[in-house]
């Protein structure tokens, strides 16, 4: 079943059995997990880095920035957290998701404006491989 609502669990680390509906973050460790919206039960992790995802805090709730777009699960679901709730996305083919990583990159000032195609294809390779790297792809690998 589709989640619409993301209550936010700040904790200091991630609990092993995640529940759905929550949004569980770990300042620590610099990172979030919930269990993908869709219900399909991957775990999604979202690193908090200016490469990567920001928090927004407002005191209720918490936004997530840019959008989880989960293109390496088979449901391959899309969809931004804003004010602890679930906004569905449409699916975005490769090209989409590349280009939706770079502008963010951009904005962030990760990626210059003047830079050209092949530079900026290779930072966001970077980043992607980065944020990977730190956090096992993504995916957090049970004993
Ligand atoms: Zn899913």
Request: hydrophobic fraction near 35%.
């Amino acid at each position: 079943m589709r989640t619409t609502t993301l209550a936010h669990a700040f904790v200091e680390s991630i609990p092993r059995d995640l529940d759905p509906g929550i949004l569980y973050v770990s300042i620590d460790f610099r990172t979030t997990m919930h269990l993908c919206a869709c219900g399909c039960g991957n775990e999604v992790v979202l690193p908090l880095r200016r490469t990567a995802w920001s928090l927004t805090y407002d005191g209720e709730s918490v936004s997530i920035n840019p959008s989880v777009g989960n293109w390496t699960f088979e449901c391959r679901s899309h969809y931004w957290i804003r004010r602890g709730s679930v906004h569905w996305a449409g699916n975005w083919n490769d090209q989409q998701v590349a280009a939706g990583r770079e502008r963010t990159l951009v904005e962030r000032g990760v990626i210059s404006t003047h830079a050209d195609d092949s530079q900026k294809r290779t930072r966001v390779r970077e980043a992607v491989a980065a944020a990977g790297a730190r956090l096992g792809l993504g995916r957090r690998s049970r004993p």
